[in-house]
């Protein structure tokens, strides 16, 4: 730690308060519920490392050699749980494989000019978003980048199509995909797995719409738990894609329409029937070919994508 330390410049000379000391108070400030002051830090490194810094001095800590400094940290730490966790037989096709989120904090009123909030009585007026990707493959950090909270994730994921490159892979939740998202990944002959929008529509090879009520019931009756079809997505858009479906236990699709007819209810709205059959399924679509990723393949990488770190420090690095 000390090494990166030195690396990144956040240690350039000698100092009660060593980089690793400051880093376990960090943490201890993620853990806490709530904002953690720079007196409450104050008072943690002298009553865990018995080690007397001022309120000012703190603030000076936190500069882009900290960001720097953790971002080092937290690259080799993901590099090495992660990658614990990975068959990388799956990723040998793929120069890259990118996993992306976001999270989303609430912050003092005074930031509210720099970084705007929603505002309203539940949501602050000051509010920040950390975009976060790590490359699976080769353990590296590809992006951290700090924005208001009202920039949404497919605006993050529209404005970065530029850096995808041939023979990435693209695992992100829902919110960062569109059809003005997938074409650049095809065009770049680079790779995708995403969830199925709710209301996107689905079309088979013969550009006949996908009922997916009919579509439940011939599976039902057919004892068929899983299949795969190659369809095209999108009214307008007609995105060629591999769908993997795969039914649902009981207790999970009771869930999700319970979930969301709450939801809807407060809205005023009515949830649909299209809604309901399709809650019956997981539905992962990808344009990788059959022969280079198998069905069961696809799933446990996507299930590796739902992997997530907590950012909730990154709120600390803000002052």
Not at 138 to 167: C, F, L, V, W
Not at 211 to 219: A, D, T, V
């Amino acid at each position: 730690m000390q090494r990166k330390a030195v690396a990144s410049g956040f240690y350039k000379r000698s100092s009660k308060l060593l980089p690793a000391k400051f880093f376990d108070v960090l943490l201890h400030s993620a853990s806490v519920n709530g904002t953690f002051s720079l007196d409450q830090f104050s008072c943690e490194v002298s009553e865990s490392h018995h080690v007397s810094i001022s309120k000012q001095g703190l603030d000076n800590r936190f500069d882009e050699t900290t960001v720097s400094f953790v971002k080092s940290i937290m690259e080799e730490q993901l590099s090495n749980q992660v990658g614990q966790s990975v068959d990388h037989r799956f990723l040998d096709k793929f120069s890259r494989v990118r996993i992306k989120d976001g999270t989303r904090f609430d912050l003092p009123q005074r930031l509210k000019d720099k970084l705007p909030g929603f505002g309203g009585k539940v949501t602050s007026d000051s509010a920040a978003c950390i975009q976060y990707e790590f490359d699976l493959k080769n353990g590296r950090i590809t992006d951290i980048d700090i924005t208001s909270a009202k920039k949404t994730d497919y605006q993050d994921a529209k404005e970065k199509t530029g850096d995808i490159e041939k023979g990435d892979l693209i695992i992100r939740d829902l919110g960062y995909f569109s059809s003005r998202v997938l074409w650049p990944i095809i065009e770049k002959e680079a790779f995708f797995i995403s969830r199925l929008r709710t209301k996107m529509t689905v079309f088979d090879s013969s550009l006949k719409e996908v009922s997916f009520p009919k579509l439940y019931s011939k599976m039902v009756k057919n004892k068929l738990s899983g299949i795969t079809m190659n369809v095209f997505i999108g009214e307008k858009e007609m995105i060629p894609v591999r769908l993997i479906i795969d039914i649902v236990p009981g207790e999970v699709y009771q869930k999700r329409v319970m979930k969301t007819e709450k939801e809807n209810k407060k809205k005023g709205h009515k949830t649909s029937e299209e809604y309901k059959a399709r809650a019956h399924f997981n539905l992962i679509i990808t344009n990788i070919p059959e022969d280079d990723l198998p069905d069961g393949q696809v799933c446990s990488i996507k299930h590796v994508g739902r992997w997530n770190w907590s950012l909730r420090f990154g709120s600390q690095l803000l002052g």
